[in-house]
């Protein structure tokens, strides 16, 4: 079912209704249930590595190691060698049991850059898709365009970093009510020269509209709006008893800022810390 489909649906009011007319969690019980059973990975369908280089890199895999359960991270000592794939126990054959890679590192560090361009000529050779992720993207707004094979995500700090990978990592392998194919995921994070994460957080009766109108606005202070945007990835984060409204104002919002023919998939995931506010995380490409 396409978005289209689905979002008509929603809006017709047939699966709040049959469903769960007063609150989300009946469609996220099993979801929340396996977001805090870490341990079992019988359910992963998208096999993530993420490998950090360097200091910046090196603080987001420990970051990721602690928080995100269903990938798998690896960091590169400062003195390894530039020649071929840096010397790291297991990191050849952790390039061959994974279907998507993010290269965590400060492109502006001369030693980080030799082992990055390392990383990636590794990956290549075992067929694996590369993101690189790290405080100086090429290609964003004000700074100069460089073309590249691989995608470029901007991350200003460790922890955001940290949450553009947990987005990807735990919208793919978390049981949701809205599925979301593997593949799409892997087109839309190919789809652009660079990409750009915005979270924002609102409250109230109209929190999910303004969440979303917050995180849109943001990107589009970086020169990605409708027209320039190749695809996005879009989660609500809400807690247990977040309103079905609410999702349906946030989905509302963002299918109608996304042209139809754009590569967009969203999903739902529980944090029962949210309390009554809602957040929207959007990965938007361009």
């Known amino acids: 079912m396409d978005r289209r489909t689905f979002l008509t649906n929603m809006l017709q009011g047939s699966l709040a209704a049959?469903?769960?007319?007063?609150?989300?969690s009946p469609l996220l019980i099993a979801q929340y249930a396996s977001l805090h059973?870490?341990?079992?990975?019988?359910?992963?369908?998208?096999r993530i590595s993420a490998i950090g280089i360097g200091s910046f890199g090196a603080y987001c895999t420990r970051l990721l190691a602690y928080s995100v359960h269903n990938i798998h991270c690896h960091e590169i000592a400062p003195h390894s060698q530039c020649y071929g794939c840096p010397e790291h126990p297991?990191?050849?054959r952790a390039l061959q049991q994974c279907d998507l890679v993010f290269l965590l590192a400060d492109t502006t560090q001369p030693s980080s850059s030799h082992q990055l361009s390392s990383c990636i000529?590794?990956?290549?050779?075992?067929?694996?898709?590369?993101?690189i992720v790290g405080p100086h993207a090429i290609g964003i707004k004000n700074q100069p365009t460089t073309e590249s094979p691989h995608c470029h995500c901007r991350a200003a700090t460790p922890s955001i970093a940290r949450d553009l990978v947990a987005l990807v990592a735990d919208l793919v392998n978390t049981d949701s009510f809205v599925g979301i194919d593997h593949a799409d995921v892997k087109a839309i994070l190919g789809s652009g020269s660079h990409g750009l994460l915005t979270s924002?957080?609102?409250?109230?009766?109209?929190s999910g509209t303004l969440a979303c109108k917050q995180a849109l606005e943001h990107l589009q202070q970086f020169g990605i709006n409708a027209a320039t945007c190749r695809g996005a990835i879009a989660c609500i984060?809400?807690?247990p008893d977040m309103p079905f409204d609410v999702y349906n104002q946030a989905i509302t919002a963002l299918d109608s800022y996304f042209p139809?023919?754009?590569?967009?998939?969203?999903g739902c995931l529980v944090d029962a810390q949210l309390g009554d506010s809602v957040k929207v995380d959007i990965l938007a490409m361009q």
């Open 18 to 24: 049959a469903l769960l007319p007063n609150s989300i």
């Open 260 to 266: 139809a023919d754009l590569s967009f998939v969203f």
């Open 237 to 239: 984060h809400g807690s």
């Open 90 to 92: 297991g990191l050849n």
């Open 37 to 46: 059973h870490p341990d079992d990975n019988s359910a992963q369908g998208l």
């Open 121 to 131: 000529d590794a990956s290549a050779a075992a067929g694996v898709q590369v993101v």
């Open 200 to 206: 924002k957080q609102a409250s109230g009766s109209e």
